[in-house]
């Protein structure tokens, strides 16, 4: 068993009197059980991570940490970005296809007014969850629960991690003005969290376009995802629009499909994304292809524009489908909205039989379109046109002319191109009834970012 210089100095100084002076028993194991899942991610991490050269001395670390704990303090500054980690600890087989502790199955921005008060808006509500049942939707304000005000500590108890039924009072903006009621929520509970989250199809003169609103890569959402596609082909829409502004990744399997489906015929079996793996790794780069063999129940499609809608929460296996599927579509892919968050790495899983509750998600690789980009790290991925979705004012309903996001795209299919600032239309009710206003939380941008490696 390999000897860290942490245990050799520890054993000889204390150990010997905690662990084996207790009747002359020998405590060894109780010791090896407390370091030794460590010890395996340590060894893995020397081996296969992107970043082994930043690795800390193993006399400068703490292998009695939790694991979480642990890889916290060994992860390099490349791995992490804007206080998001990349390398990461799950329990087995999580999934964001069900919510991993009860909800009332809401997304809410925490926002406060300029009079100090704070308020939530409601980004969007999940089917078939307690705030649906309630009537709660995208653009309410929740202006105090159980007739207490808001503020940035009581917002996890009421909205993101509830253990209890309470009392909203929810206002509508109609006609410029709030309009107020009580809402009683229902006790929170576990709910599902579909990837694909709303689509419909959209004309615009002669033109139709394909909407789909894609929340997240999930393996065992990939037969909706598929069933989805298969309704937009009986539409035969002239455009797609693939909108990823609260998508924060998920597993590159799952991308590898939707950039298939998307991708075009000429592209299939031709290069998709390249993984680049640390000079440890042979070999040290491996391809994987757009593979006609995933398309099983499902076919690719044929439009003119590939619009994507973007943001800062648009990170990882989301990143992925833009950079891998614009060598092959050019100018037929229009970006629209932030620039993405820009993580171009990906996680590669990592088990042993001694600790069958530990995933072990390290960073193993960047990921690299078919020409070799993969730089997008520090400005993330540039929108051909800017926009933006101002949470503390009026959203509109996704997919809509009241979608700030959608107004250029609109414009683009109606006349061929984008508008210039005189020609950019009006976005009716943009204002919202608080004033002045600034986002405190955004739940979006605190879902994890990952491009979760499982291809075979």
């Known amino acids: 068993m390999r000897k860290y210089i942490v245990y050799v100095g520890f054993v000889c100084i204390v150990l010997p009197v905690l662990f084996f002076s207790s009747c002359g028993q020998d405590r060894s194991g109780e010791y090896y059980a407390l370091i030794g899942a460590k010890t395996w991610m340590y060894d893995i991490m020397q081996q ?26 060994v992860v390099s ?6 206080g998001s980690v990349f390398s990461h600890i799950d329990s087995v ?25 704070y308020v939530v808006h409601i980004l969007y509500v999940y089917p078939n969850s307690p705030a649906s049942e309630v009537g709660l939707q995208r653009n309410d304000w929740v202006v105090d629960v159980n007739d207490r005000a808001l503020n940035s500590s009581n917002y996890v ?9 309470c009392r909203y009072r929810v206002a509508r903006v109609k006609d410029g003005l709030p309009d107020t009621s009580y809402v009683d929520m229902p006790a929170p509970r576990i709910i599902e969290q579909p990837s694909v989250f709303t689509y419909k199809t959209i004309s615009v003169g002669s033109r139709k376009a394909f909407y789909i609103l894609y929340n997240s890569f999930e393996t065992a959402d990939e037969d909706l995802l598929k069933a989805t596609f298969n309704e937009a082909m009986v539409q035969s ?12 990744g998920g597993y590159v399997s799952t991308a590898q499909l939707l950039s298939t489906i998307l991708a075009p015929q000429g592209a299939m079996g031709q290069p998709w994304m390249n993984m680049i793996f640390n000079d440890k790794t042979e070999p040290q780069t491996q391809t994987y292809t757009f593979d006609s063999g995933l398309l099983q129940g499902v076919s690719n499609l044929s439009y003119d524009h590939l619009y994507v809608i973007t943001s800062g929460n648009t990170a990882s296996a989301a990143e992925i489908i833009i950079n891998t599927l614009r060598p092959y579509l050019g100018d ?23 600790y069958p509750l530990l995933e072990f998600w390290l960073t193993t690789a960047y990921v690299s379109n078919s020409e070799g980009f993969y730089e997008y790290y520090d400005n993330g991925l540039q929108p051909d046109y800017e926009a933006e979705e101002d949470q503390t004012a009026y959203l509109g309903e996704f997919g809509t002319e009241q979608d700030s996001l959608m107004v250029p795209i609109l414009y ?23 004033g002045r206003s600034k986002v405190i939380y955004n739940p979006i941008a605190h879902k994890p970012r990952r491009s979760q490696f499982d291809c075979d």
Do not use: C
């Open 93 to 117: 087989n999580v999934s964001r296809v069900m919510s991993a502790y009860p909800s009332f199955g809401l997304e809410g921005a925490l926002i406060r007014n300029a009079n100090g008060d």
């Open 412 to 434: 683009h299919l109606e006349y061929g191109n984008f508008p210039n600032s005189a020609q950019q239309p009006e976005v009716q009710n943009r204002s919202s009834w608080q």
């Open 332 to 354: 037929k892919l229009l970006q629209v909205g932030g620039a993405t968050f820009g993580k171009n790495v990906a996680q590669s899983l990592f088990t042993d039989e001694a």
């Open 77 to 82: 500054p490349q791995d992490q970005k804007n």
């Open 48 to 73: 296969h991570y992107l970043y082994y050269e930043d690795l800390p001395a193993e006399e400068e670390l703490n292998f009695f940490d939790k694991p979480e704990t642990f890889l916290q303090s």
């Open 157 to 165: 108890e009421y909205f993101q991690r509830p253990i209890a039924s």
């Open 237 to 248: 829409p002239s455009d797609i629009i693939l909108d990823l502004r609260y998508n924060p």
